[in-house]
């Protein structure tokens, strides 16, 4: 099993939304960027991912998603009424993938970025999310970032 991070802006897609999803279940697409993309295609079913949001008021970690689906062509690259349309990315040869996800766990609590941050030098050293200038929205994450990560989760409790 590995372990990931997937990042949503709460206005756009929040763990609430997935929370009233059907079998609170739904694609994970709109990806974009390549190494995202990379990440995506790596994804097991039976991964765990940490479900993030982003920029709002508190940035941070907000519960847990398993993969129940393996990467396949995204949907929405080609669709023209989409926002996520890829004119270039063709059916045949596909450039963008998604996964599905299944919430597992919505934290209490968030885990603030903040939080996060105050433990780079230590426990999440190198940690992809606290990277300088990281924007993915797709990231690996450790055995032990993991661990340490949701050992603040409960902490919280």
Known sequence: MRYWLMKSEPSTFSIDDLARAKNRTTMWDGVRNYQARNFLREMRKGDLAFFY???????GVVGIVAIVREAYPDPTAFDPNDDHYDP????????????????????????????????????????????????????????????????????KR
């Open 88 to 155: 270039k990315s063709d059916p045949a040869k596909p450039r963008w993938y998604a996964v599905d996800v299944k919430l597992e766990e919505k934290f209490d609590d968030v885990v603030p970025l903040e939080t996060l941050r105050a433990h780079e030098q230590g426990a999440l050293r190198d940690m992809v999310l606290l990277r300088k200038g990281n924007r993915l929205s797709v990231t690996p994450v450790t055995k032990s970032q993991w661990s340490f990560i949701n050992a603040l989760a409960k902490r």
């Open 53 to 59: 949001h982003s920029s709002c008021a508190v940035p």
